[in-house]
């Protein structure tokens, strides 16, 4: 599905590389707080100058990154920068413009712009918006994603979905984890398989190439490569849960 601009009402096409540069550019990077539900050091911060009341981030400073034994201690930051990027070539699944800013209070970092979401959550619309959530879903396979939860899928004002929290993604070995196996067994969906393909053209030849490696080690892109290579096999199908470990807890 090649992105249409009149169909998208977030504005995201047109919108999203202004929305990027003010957020790497903007001279000031005010904390206001930790947010709720973070498992890092994760801010809301406003970036100012910007009438009339600043513009709204979340900021994930590389240093605020909680060990785990899988990931390499700051690269989360990178890996949320990446996810963006790809999602900015598949077309989907909306991604809020997220950069790697060099200077903020606690050093370099992720920031992305804020959703004013309601309490909504995947598992509140879990029946209604199917495509969006084939999306979802397709891109957490395509990304190796260990960790969608309920409360990462966002829904702003507009009734737009949007998801967040991409800080476990790219690992080389398989780490599914998610609370989206609506899809088990399905085919690709025709429509998705234009976009995987063109993914794949921009990481061999086109700028995302260079962008990935960039956010990414070597064996990560390559892996990413194969994955989408993968997706797009004839034989493929979305898969099923292995263990108790596919789905993340908390869920929300
Ligand atoms: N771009 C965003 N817009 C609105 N809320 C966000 C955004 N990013 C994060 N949040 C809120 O902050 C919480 C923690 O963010 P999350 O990405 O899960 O951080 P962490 O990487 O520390 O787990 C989320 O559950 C969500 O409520
Ligand atoms: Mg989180």
Known sequence: MARDRS???AGRTEDASGTERLLAELPDLNVLGLLHG????????????????????????????????DFEIGSLYRREV???????????PRIPPTVVRRQGPHGVGA????????RRHFLDEQSARRATWAQV????V?????????????FDPKDVVWVIDHGLTFHV???LRTVIWDFSGERLPQELCGDVERALVEIDKGALRKTLEGMLRPAEVRMLKRRLRGVLD??????????????????V
């Open 142 to 154: 395509i990304t190796n994603n260990a960790d969608r939860k309920s409360g990462h899928c966002l």
């Open 173 to 175: 070995d398989p780490k």
């Open 38 to 69: 973070s498992s890092n050091y994760t801010f809301l911060a406003r970036l100012e100058p910007h009438p009339p009341a600043g513009l709204l981030a979340v900021y994930k400073p590389a240093r605020g990154e909680s060990p785990l034994w």
């Open 234 to 251: 004839p034989s493929w199908r979305f898969p099923e849960p292995t263990s108790a470990w596919s789905i993340p807890w908390p869920p």
């Open 137 to 140: 879903a397709l891109f957490d």
């Open 111 to 118: 920031v992305q712009l804020f959703i004013d979401a309601d």
């Open 7 to 9: 169909s998208d009402p």
């Open 82 to 92: 990446a996810a963006y990027e790809l999602s900015k070539v598949l077309g989907w």
